[in-house]
C-alpha cells in the first residue's frame, strides 16, 4: 500500500523567510508520480508540480523550488523568501503508475501542512 | 472551458437520504476521482474511474456509490446519508496517461447530514 507523510502539521514563519516543506512517501511500485498541491484559505486546489519517479532533478519555478531524493523516499518543497500570499495548506500526493499507459492508479494524499507566513 | 464543475455548492441531509452530488469535465480527460475532506485527514480517495465504463474503489468506498457512463460525468451517489459522511467533497480530472499533469479540481461540494 502506499503511503505519505507530512509530518509538519502546521509551520508560520515571518515574511520573507525561507521554509522546506517536507514529505516522505512508501510504494512498491518503481514506476510512481509525486504531486504538490495548494489549498488557499479560498478553499480551492491547485496543482504545483508533477515529478516522475525516474526524474530525479531538482527543479525551481520562480520562488518554489522542489527537491526529490529516491534514496530517502522524499519530495520536499522549498519556498524562498515567503510571502503572505503564500499562506495555505500544501499537500503531497503520490500515484503509482499503470504499467502500460503510465497513467493514474489510485492517488493518496498526505494530510496536509498548514503554512502561516507573518507579515 | 469550464474545467471541472460540481454541483451543488452546499447539502444539507437528513440521516438516511439519498443524494447524488454531479462532476462534469469539458476537457476530455480520461481519469476522473472523487475524494472527500476532513480537518486532520486530508484528501481520501472515494472513487475514481480512467475511462467511461471503468470505476474502481479507493480508499474510503463504503457507503458511496459512482459511475461512468460518459467521458464528461462522474455523479457520486450516497446511498443513505450518515452523520459521519458530513465533509467536503471534491471532484478532479486529468489525463489519464503518461502526457497527464497534475489533477483539475472543481469548487467542492460541503456536505452536512444531521
Known amino acids: 500500500a502506499q503511503k505519505v507523510t507530512q509530518a509538519q502539521t502546521e509551520i508560520s514563519v515571518v515574511e520573507k523567510e525561507d521554509v522546506t516543506l517536507d514529505c516522505v512517501y512508501e510504494?512498491?511500485?518503481?514506476?510512481?508520480?509525486l504531486f504538490w498541491y495548494k489549498q488557499p484559505p479560498s478553499g480551492e486546489l491547485v496543482f504545483l508540480i508533477r515529478?516522475?519517479?525516474?526524474?530525479?532533478q531538482n527543479e525551481i519555478s520562480g520562488r518554489y523550488s522542489w527537491n526529490f531524493q529516491k534514496s530517502t523516499s522524499s519530495f520536499n518543497f522549498t519556498i524562498t523568501a515567503s510571502q503572505v500570499v503564500d499562506s495555505a495548506v500544501y499537500f503531497c500526493?503520490?500515484?503509482?503508475?499503470?504499467?502500460?499507459?503510465?497513467?493514474?492508479?489510485?492517488?493518496?494524499f498526505g494530510i496536509g501542512t498548514k503554512l502561516q507566513v507573518i507579515p | 472551458n469550464a474545467g471541472v464543475t460540481q454541483t451543488p455548492k452546499f447539502q444539507v441531509l437528513k440521516t438516511g437520504q439519498s443524494m447524488t452530488l454531479q462532476c462534469a469535465q469539458d476537457m476530455n480527460h480520461e481519469y476522473m476521482s472523487w475524494y472527500r475532506q476532513d480537518p486532520g485527514m486530508g484528501l481520501r480517495l472515494i472513487h475514481y474511474s480512467v475511462g467511461a465504463g471503468i470505476t474502481d474503489q479507493g480508499e474510503v468506498p463504503n457507503g458511496y456509490n459512482v459511475s461512468r457512463s460518459t467521458t464528461e460525468d462522474f455523479p457520486l451517489r450516497l446511498l443513505s446519508a450518515a452523520p459521519s459522511q458530513t465533509s467536503v467533497y471534491f471532484c478532479?480530472?486529468?489525463?489519464?496517461?503518461?502526457?497527464?499533469?497534475?489533477?483539475?479540481f472543481g469548487p467542492g461540494t460541503r456536505l452536512t447530514v444531521l
Open positions: 515529478r516522475n519517479s525516474f526524474d530525479e
Open positions: 510504494t512498491r511500485d518503481t514506476t510512481y508520480y
Open positions: 478532479a480530472s486529468s489525463y489519464s496517461s503518461g502526457r497527464a499533469r497534475g489533477q483539475f
Open positions: 500526493a503520490l500515484s503509482e503508475a499503470f504499467m502500460n499507459s503510465g497513467g493514474y492508479q489510485k492517488v493518496t
